[in-house]
């Protein structure tokens, strides 16, 4: 029997090794719907396009953790990035954060778009059907 979710683990293949694993919780419909017309902006009779930033923000709002991710501490040691990871004063000065920035500021913004397209690929109709966006 399928069972629905909570939470959804996206798996991205990354450089060399272990895939990245993204684990978000599942975003509210209206969260979903608001995020597929974020993409597309009219201005002056002018259809623009801007995927990333949306994608980004989509991403900064669900993401609850990640796997086979790690960063170089403020001294050359390699320590795991994930939701419990702590940023030090010396990690924040060795990567440029301010005090607002949290552990999800320092995964690339590429891995991020590339793993809201699961959301673009997976849009649901009101009928139920899938389609691509």
Same mark, same amino acid.
């Given at each position: ?55 980004? &923000? ?11 991710? $790690?960063?170089? +501490? /403020?001294? =050359?040691? #390699? ?29 690339? &913004? ?11 690929? $997976?849009?649901? +109709? /009101?009928? =139920?059907? #899938?389609?691509?966006?």
């Amino acid at each position: 029997m399928a069972r629905i979710s909570r939470n959804i683990t996206i798996s991205l293949p990354v450089d060399s090794g272990a895939p990245v694993e993204f684990i978000v919780r599942r975003p509210s419909a209206d969260e979903h719907q608001k995020f597929l017309k974020s993409r597309l902006k009219e201005r002056r009779n002018k259809i623009t396009t801007d995927v990333i930033a949306p994608r980004l &923000a989509l991403m900064h709002k669900i993401l609850l953790d990640c796997r086979n991710v $790690t960063i170089d +501490d /403020e001294h =050359g040691n #390699e320590i795991e990035l994930n939701a419990q990871t702590q940023l030090t004063e010396g990690i924040r000065e060795h990567y440029g954060l301010d005090a607002l920035d949290t552990w999800r500021d320092l995964i690339p &913004a590429n891995w991020l778009s590339s793993a809201a397209t699961y959301f673009e690929e $997976t849009a649901v +109709d /009101e009928e =139920g059907s #899938e389609k691509n966006s």
